[in-house]
């Protein structure tokens, strides 16, 4: 009677199919494993102090190998795990890989720390924050060393119970970073009131910026704005060296971008902060 049921209930879920929803549907099936099957992996990508020229931090980046269809794009999978609830074990692993391997690279002498993007769901999770300090307690790995990214938007969804969780995480003195930062609607009547010590300027501002002034404008605009309210600021996406001078000279105080070190794979990283600080004098030149 059950089966019957089932299969009817399937038949009528069947006729709406879609194949982009059949796409989806394979990937969630697939995504639920891939913790458990070690499909996922970090990679890392230098965060630049513009003033020393050398690496002070990196962000963890999530990378899923597929055991069929190989790489797939988090562009593709997190809004995917988002959706399905997924995110918040992705999220768990993600959290205790990034304290782990960044409490082994300040072990072999790297003072280079991590921030790691949380979405929304997960930051107001009761047990997120405890969860986070004990992560931290068992690796070793001191609180200022984290740093959270969460993007813009998040702030406009819930904002009373993401300004609680994001004020009782910096209590325990990890760090905040608006990500995506000029992209969301109100960037600047928030801003006041926001627990957080890090603007990171979008991608989609900084593209742009050797060869329009507008966007310079706006840049500056956002490092002003951060600077004299507190904030580090960082810029995210600078693919050249014309950009990164441009960003020295308006002030921004970190760049992250290809034009640095694509996002490198633990050994990977850990080989070029290893040669990053050994090489001081050239890369303070070369950036
Ligand atoms: P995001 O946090 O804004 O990360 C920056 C993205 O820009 C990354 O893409 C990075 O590889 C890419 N990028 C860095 N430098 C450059 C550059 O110079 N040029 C260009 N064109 N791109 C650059 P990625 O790794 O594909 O990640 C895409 C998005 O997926 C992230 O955007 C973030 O929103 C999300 N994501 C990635 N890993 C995680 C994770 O562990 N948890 C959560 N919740 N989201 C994640
Ligand atoms: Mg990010
Ligand atoms: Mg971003
Ligand atoms: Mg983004």
């Known amino acids: 009677r059950l089966a019957k049921k089932e299969q009817g209930n399937f038949r ?22 891939a913790v458990a099957e070690g499909e996922l992996q970090l990679y890392y990508q230098p965060q630049i102090n513009l003033e ?3 690496a002070v931090s990196c962000e963890a980046l999530m990378r899923w190998t597929h055991p069929d269809e190989g790489f797939i794009s988090p562009g593709e999978f997190i809004p995917l795990a988002e959706k399905t609830g997924l995110i918040t074990e992705l999220s768990r692993w993600a959290l205790k890989e990034a304290i782990d391997q960044c409490a082994r690279w300040q072990l072999a002498g790297h003072s280079v720390g991590v921030s790691v993007n949380l979405s929304c769901h997960c930051l107001t999770e009761s047990d997120m924050i405890d969860r986070i300090v004990e992560l931290l307690n068992s690796s070793g790995l001191e609180a200022r060393q984290l740093t959270v990214e969460v993007t813009e938007s998040l702030f406009m969804e819930q904002s009373e119970q993401v300004i609680d969780a994001l004020t009782r995480l910096r209590e325990t003195g990890v760090l905040v970073s608006i990500d995506d930062f000029g992209t969301g ?20 501002f900084i593209f742009p910026m050797a060869k329009s002034k507008k966007d310079r404008m706006i840049v500056h605009a956002i490092v002003e704005l951060g600077t004299s309210l507190g904030f580090e600021v960082i810029a995210e996406g600078v693919e050249d060296g014309a950009t990164g001078k441009i960003l020295k000279e308006i002030g921004v105080h970190k760049v992250q971008g290809f034009h640095y070190a694509r996002p490198m794979p633990f050994d990977d990283f850990c080989f070029w902060i290893a040669a990053d600080q050994l ?9």
């Open 52 to 54: 020393t020229g050398k």
């Open 12 to 33: 009528v879920y069947e006729a709406s199919l879609n194949p982009f929803k059949l796409r989806h549907l394979e990937l969630y099936r697939d995504l639920k494993k």
């Open 185 to 204: 609607y109100s960037s600047l009547s928030y801003l006041k009131k926001l627990p957080v010590d890090e603007l990171k300027i979008d991608q989609s």
């Open 279 to 287: 090489d001081g004098a050239k890369q303070s030149n070369g950036k």
